[in-house]
């Protein structure tokens, strides 16, 4: 069923608006995916807060046109699925994932702001640590000498009280 042009010009408006927010691109063709493994690709991309969307490339370009993306189109070849993240790290996980388990998903490309990635540009980007991940580490790294500072301390009267018990047994059992 093709779309009349309010429903396309529609479809770019919101394509746009999401693109502009984005963090990361990435683009895969599904050719041969079935339908059922598609709504599961859908389910997960919802939980990951991944925009994940089948649009006609041509679509696509004007939706691009204009945002630091625009580069991307150049690559927009075929039928394509479009994971569009504000995470830089979660359209680019969820796809790779996914493509493991499917062949018939092939990641094509790639887009960060200003910067275009192929397709092991983007297997690498997925190994990377999602931003929970990252920050994590970071608090942990923070918090490691102020815990190890508050734990020697508490190691003086710890050693005073193991010192004062050791005392007592030694003249309770003299």
């Not at 598609?38 to 204009?66: F, M, P």
């Not at 190994?127 to 000498?145: D, F, Y």
């Amino acid at each position: 069923m093709s779309l009349n042009l309010d429903d396309k010009k529609a479809v770019v408006a919101e394509v746009s608006a999401i693109v502009a927010k984005a963090q990361s691109i990435i683009v895969a063709e599904y050719r041969g995916l079935e339908v059922v493994d598609l709504t599961g690709l859908r389910a997960k991309a919802r939980q990951s807060g991944v925009y994940l969307r089948v649009l006609k490339n041509t679509l696509a370009r004007r939706a691009l046109t204009g945002t630091p993306f625009e580069a991307l189109s150049e690559k927009l070849v075929g039928p394509l699925i479009y994971g569009i993240s504000t995470d830089p790290v979660a359209a680019a996980k969820l796809l790779n994932d996914f493509a493991k388990g499917k062949d018939q998903i092939v990641i094509k490309a790639g887009a960060m702001p200003n910067y275009v990635l192929d397709a092991a540009g983007v297997k690498a980007l997925a190994t990377m640590p999602s931003r929970e991940e990252l920050l994590s580490k970071l608090l942990g790294t923070m918090q490691a000498p102020i815990t190890q500072f508050v734990r020697t301390l508490n190691e003086v009267p710890t050693k005073f009280v193991r010192g004062l018990a050791a005392v007592r047994d030694a003249k309770t059992t003299a």
